[in-house]
């Protein structure tokens, strides 16, 4: 058998009504090696998942570059990134359905509720980028793909006015010991996503599944 092996699962805490189904993506680089978690998210969506192989025969992990799907593995971090970027004006934006994509969803609340609160005293600057992680992709019974991916979400805000400050929130203040700064602040959110890319030529849409996001970086501007 070959290594690295990878295992895609979705688990439930059976005795815990309330936790959370999980989408988790492991590999094994040999076989003396334990299993890393390389993603770990809720599922985000009453939709089914897109059916797989029976887990005794297994579902075939896909090259980061193939060319059968609608986006393929290596490129859907930077298309989707393009999306939150460019919104409807992206020219990736009609690969994507936005049903259920809390991703989309909590980034537009940001770039709304963010620069209402600096107001006229400061600026706000949203850049979502590609990750350099390589994807995740398993192969479904329908030709797709479910493929596991990550995007930064970066943002800087910065006072404008004369004797202005920005103010932490408490994921901020927590990383950088401050509450504030007359500076400003550069901070990134680590975006985990699981999201189902079809065939290519097939018609569908790309959906979100899962996905994860969580403040990874944060520091006061020079």
Do not use: C
């Amino acid at each position: 058998m070959a290594w690295p092996r990878t295992v895609a699962a979705v688990v439930k805490d059976p005795d815990t009504e309330d936790a959370p189904t999980l989408s988790l993506t492991l590999v094994q680089d040999s076989p003396r090696d334990n299993y890393r978690v390389l993603y770990a998210m809720p599922i985000s969506t009453t939709a089914a998942l897109p059916d797989v192989a029976p887990a005794a025969i297994g579902a075939a992990r896909l090259a980061a570059d193939v060319k059968l799907l609608a986006v393929q593995p290596d490129q859907l971090s930077a298309a989707y990134a393009d999306v939150l970027n460019n919104g409807d004006a992206s020219q990736y934006a009609a690969l994507f359905d936005p049903t259920d994509d809390g991703v989309r969803a909590q980034d537009a609340k940001r770039k709304v509720d963010f620069p209402a609160s600096i107001g006229e005293t400061g600026t706000v600057e949203f850049a979502a980028t590609a990750d350099s992680a390589t994807p995740v992709a398993m192969s479904t019974v329908e030709s797709g793909a479910l493929v596991s991916v990550t995007v930064q979400l970066g943002i800087v805000a910065k006072p404008t006015a004369e004797g202005a400050k920005v103010n932490a929130n408490p994921e901020v203040q927590a990383i950088t010991g401050l509450t504030d700064s007359a500076k400003g602040f550069d901070t990134v959110r680590t975006a985990q996503m699981l999201m189902y890319v079809p065939p290519v030529n097939s018609g569908e849409k790309i959906r979100l599944y899962a996905s994860s996001t969580h403040i990874t970086s944060a520091k006061e501007l020079p």
